[in-house]
């Protein structure tokens, strides 16, 4: 702990010369009344955090959290299922409802489709892909309420052990990389796995989130990704979109390379 300069210059005197320096030294100083005086400043010369002192009982935040927790998210999920709870109104989300699913959903060449990592915001896609065949991967198995009725629980890195090749015509793979999925080499398998799973021309959709906090990597970085042409998608008229808010969500479009999956 740093001390104030006074209090410094003080402690020397009070090593050099004895107590009685320290004495002198407080006689002599200017007394300011308490209401004048200028809060104390401490400056903290540690620069690791201590851990907390290791404690066997839970804290009372620690149990209201366990229960809180559990119930809070038990109830929203009764909101949820009975229509009641409100769908997410960012920017990216607006963009998916309103030109991307549009989109897929008009296009009848685009039956099969897997939906990666799902959420509580992400149950609704279920009512929307109602009459496509539509299935869901996550890693987190209490997230599987939110999936599909044929969902997968997971690594989306082993894609290709759960669908036959060149059985799907759209990936969407949002919001996972930095979410969860930090690791390049995961999410490098995880491309290659989509186009094997992919057929020659179905599609691929990455959402990411352009800011230091979710890009653990460029996607420049995943060499599976030199298996897929850039799609200039028709809705945007480009195969890239950032959306206009804190989290500079992009969506990068996709299409498989017309080579067989089985040669992937
Ligand atoms: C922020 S949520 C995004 C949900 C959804 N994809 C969306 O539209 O935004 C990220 C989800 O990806 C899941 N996830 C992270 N790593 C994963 C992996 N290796 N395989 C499958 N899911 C994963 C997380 O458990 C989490 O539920």
């Known amino acids: 702990m740093a001390l104030t300069t006074a209090a410094t210059t003080a402690l020397r ?28 400043k401490f400056e903290f ?21 366990q229960i809180i927790k559990p119930v809070g998210r038990n109830v929203r999920d009764a909101l949820l299922f009975c229509g009641l709870w409100p769908k997410l109104k960012d920017t990216d989300r607006i ?10 959903l008009q296009r009848n060449d685009f039956q099969n489709i897997l939906f990666v990592g799902c959420h509580w915001y992400t149950w609704q896609y279920n009512k929307v892909f109602a009459n496509k065949n539509y299935s ?17 629980i997971g690594s989306v890195e082993d894609v290709a052990d759960h669908y036959l090749p060149g059985s799907l015509d759209l990936v969407l793979f949002l919001g996972v990389i930095g ?27 990455v959402g990411w989130d352009d800011v230091p906090e979710h890009k653990p990597f460029a996607l420049s970085e995943l060499d599976g990704l030199d298996k897929f042409s850039s ?24 299409l498989a390379d017309k080579t067989s999956p089985a040669d992937a």
């Not at 963009?95 to 897929?104: A, E, M």
């Not at 979410?179 to 959709?205: T, Y």
């Open 13 to 40: 005197k009070c090593d050099l010369n004895g107590i009685e320096t320290w004495q002198k030294y407080a006689a002599m100083r200017p007394r300011i009344p308490r209401r004048q005086r200028p809060p104390l």
């Open 45 to 65: 010369m540690h620069t690791t955090e201590l851990p907390p002192a290791p404690s066997a009982e839970p804290s009372v935040r620690q149990i209201t959290k």
């Open 95 to 104: 963009l998916l409802d309103q030109k991307i699913f549009p989109y897929f």
């Open 136 to 152: 869901t991967l996550e890693i987190e198995r209490q997230r599987a309420r939110y999936g599909a009725k044929h969902h997968v």
């Open 179 to 205: 979410w969860g999925l930090e690791d390049r080499d995961v999410a490098n398998r995880a491309i290659h796995g989509f186009h094997r799973v992919l057929r020659p021309g179905g599609a691929l959709i």
């Open 231 to 254: 799609w200039t998608f028709p809705p945007l008229g480009s195969d890239e979109h950032v959306c206009d808010h804190d989290l500079r969500h992009t969506f990068n479009f996709y």
